[in-house]
């Protein structure tokens, strides 16, 4: 079935750090990938998408590459802030189905 | 606009009791969700409404009853409390861009 499998946490970084967050994705077929952002004590808001093979979601610095080859679709960003520190969750749908398959989560702490 | 709005925020129940989680959107979306929240599980669906009128179950659905009561509302029912179902609870909301959920802060829920 479908399924989105990301990299345990918690992780841990410096302010200014590089970030990476892992996840890949089983699916048949060609879904959209999401990065979903929950950050303390509120529900979760979606942070960026990508709908087709290679294409890349951005936003608050953040950026994400659908790749077909490696089903993959990894979370990145160039130097992050304390304000960063939130739980990130990878996410698949399919078109035609009305839901969508969330990862487990990766919460990302970061020290100023 | 409230967007997705969610009562009581915290609960405590005893085994056995029942209980009613309220969801309200005020963005005229036909989609809402019902997801319990686990640590290390991540979000699991619990159950859906594509549009007023219809329901369908989701990964978790033993134990919960909902009611779209219209387009607006969206309860989740626990006829018989479980120590098991000791969760954080989010309603969600999507209109025609599925893949945009909007959640609302979440129901804290301990049964003892």
């Known amino acids: 079935g479908n399924s989105v499998t990301q990299m345990e946490g918690p992780v841990t970084l410096s302010e200014e750090a590089f970030l990476t967050i892992n996840c890949t994705y089983t699916?048949?077929?060609?879904?959209?990938l999401f990065w979903y952002v929950q950050y303390p004590g509120e529900g979760l808001q979606l942070l960026l998408k990508a709908t087709k093979a290679d294409d890349k979601g951005s936003n608050k610095g953040f950026e994400a590459t659908y790749r077909k080859e490696t089903t993959s679709f990894h979370l990145e960003k160039g130097s992050v802030q304390v304000s960063d520190s939130a739980v990130y969750f990878c996410a698949l749908l399919y078109s035609s189905a009305s839901k969508i398959i969330f990862g487990s989560g990766t919460r990302l702490s970061i020290r100023p | 606009n409230a967007g997705v709005t969610q009562t009581p925020k915290f609960q405590v129940l005893k085994t056995g009791q029942s209980m009613t989680l309220q969801c309200a959107q005020d963005?005229?979306?036909?989609?809402m969700y019902w997801y319990r929240q686990d640590p290390g599980m991540g979000l699991r669906l619990i159950y859906y409404s594509a549009s007023e009128g219809t329901t369908d179950k989701g990964e978790v659905p033993n134990g919960y009853n909902v009611s779209r009561l219209n387009k607006r509302e969206f309860s989740l029912r626990l006829e018989s409390a479980a120590p098991s179902q000791t969760s954080v609870y989010f309603c969600a909301s999507s209109g025609d861009r599925k893949e945009t959920q909007y959640f609302g802060p979440g129901t804290r829920l301990l049964v003892l």
């Open positions: 963005m005229n979306h036909n989609s």
């Open positions: 699916a048949t077929g060609y879904p959209s």
